[in-house]
């Protein structure tokens, strides 16, 4: 298809010229075409199979969010009050027992239901039970990078053994598959779920065999005081030592940092998600981003799971990753606009989807095709001043019209393309109450 969208503006998620007002921007097969000054003459040439009014919409790349727990869309407003560890294993992880691989396909689809509305068209997700909702990813037309464990645990009794020959059959099934929309992590949950044997053993195989890792790291500050007391170690130098950063690794959260543990980072090039609404509500820390960026890290940001973060709404966490900073540092601008622009679109979708051949997370011609329009007919729209500033800090999922991925529209008007929301909703509404009865 050849799309048109006419006299618009871009927020191009590049260093130079991140605000263009008045573009014409075509979409020809999964590429953008050109971004050029409107001209209708010039756009009549490109005869368009479509053309799109932009004069009162923005412009940007699709949001990548770097960290989630798609499935978790049950246990959203559930175990408030709760600081991580109680909400773990008194809330959290006895509703989990009671999930199906079918529950938590279902909820995998809502919770990618929920993230194209908002405008999301690329997630980093950890799922709870290995290659559940498969078919769903696949058929959404989003960039998904799914999870699969090398572990299996149990808590009663206490148990733990590798399962690499699983995985490995999961990455062959499905990594590159959707024309390489799709791609397969292996999930570590974190240092402490597992014996120290077993993770230097996991560890090993992963390095060897070149996987990429998606973990948690330095969520809370007795995840890091227990480190020390077992190994005299903090989490990150174990995961250094145990080959379990570097490039295109992905560790969430990352909120009780020294300087040795993000330089760490830097070196490894492994990407940073901190997801500001989860830390908070649970009480976990604050991210410093200016530092992990002074630092040369590379930072996105994430929503985790609904269970912690309520939504998956990366609109709130770009507002709150901006005022955290401007608060921890008692400056306003720390963290400028685009920058956090940058961390949800050119930094991540680069670092977890892109390769040498395909520009990722910015609009810019030869890009691919992943952008998404927000409306500027709502009233708090009106009087728009600055538009990077309006997508940072007030923007609502709602406001998106438009989500295309690789060319594709997979969202218009809260009309899905590929996704049947009817049933999806009817699903999760059925089997909630099951899990979290009585608890």
Not at 62 to 80: I, T
Not at 87 to 113: Q, Y
Request: glycine letters at 8%.
């Amino acid at each position: 298809m050849k799309l048109l969208i006419r006299d618009t503006t871009l927020l191009t998620a590049c260093r130079e010229l991140p605000i263009l007002a008045h573009q014409d921007l075509a979409v020809e097969g999964k590429r953008i075409a050109f971004i050029q000054p409107h001209d209708e003459k010039k756009a009549a040439q490109f005869q368009a199979d479509r053309t799109i009014d932009g004069s009162r919409l923005i412009l940007l790349p699709g949001l990548v969010n770097s960290h989630c727990h798609a499935y978790m869309v049950y246990f959203r407003n559930y175990g408030s009050g709760l600081n991580v560890q109680d909400w773990l294993f008194t809330k959290i992880f006895p509703a989990e027992a009671r999930l199906t691989k079918e529950d938590c396909a279902w909820g995998t689809a809502l919770g990618l239901l929920e993230m194209l509305r908002s405008g999301i068209t690329a997630v980093a997700d950890m799922p709870l039970m290995p290659a559940s909702g498969m078919q769903i990813i696949e058929q959404s037309g989003m960039r998904i990078a799914t999870g699969h464990s090398v572990f299996q645990t149990e808590f009663n009794p206490p148990a733990c053994k590798t399962m690499f020959r699983d995985f490995e059959a999961a990455y062959h099934s499905y990594h590159n598959r959707a024309e390489g929309r799709m791609k397969v992590y292996a999930t570590v949950h974190s240092g402490y779920l597992y014996p120290p044997e077993q993770l230097a053993e996991g560890g090993a195989w992963l390095k060897e065999n070149g996987y990429r890792v998606h973990t948690h790291l330095h969520e809370t500050a007795k995840e890091v005081e227990d480190d020390l007391r077992l190994y005299g170690k903090r989490p990150l130098q174990r995961f250094a030592e145990l080959g379990l950063l570097g490039k295109g690794n992905i560790a969430a959260h990352c909120l009780h940092l020294n300087e040795q543990d993000r330089l760490l980072l830097s070196e490894s090039q492994t990407l940073v998600v901190p997801c500001p609404t989860s830390n908070l509500r649970l009480a976990a820390g604050m991210p410093d981003i200016p530092a992990l960026l002074q630092a040369g890290a590379e930072v996105a940001l994430g929503t985790d799971g609904s269970g912690s973060g309520n939504a998956l709404n990366l609109w709130k966490e770009m507002h709150l990753a901006s005022l955290l900073s401007t608060s921890l540092y008692k400056q306003p601008g720390i963290l400028s606009d685009n920058s956090v622009l940058q961390i949800v679109t050119a930094t991540p979708a680069q670092a977890i989807f892109g390769d040498e051949k395909t520009i990722l997370g910015r609009l810019q011609p030869g890009a691919a095709a992943d952008l998404i329009a927000v409306s500027t007919d709502a009233p708090h729209f009106y009087a728009l001043n600055d538009p990077l500033s309006a997508v940072v800090h007030h923007t609502l999922p709602s406001d998106v019209s438009l989500v295309m991925a690789d060319g594709t529209i997979l969202m218009e008007q809260g009309q899905f393309t590929t996704l049947d929301a009817e049933r999806i909703t009817y699903e999760v509404e059925k089997r909630t109450p099951r899990l979290i009865a009585g608890l």
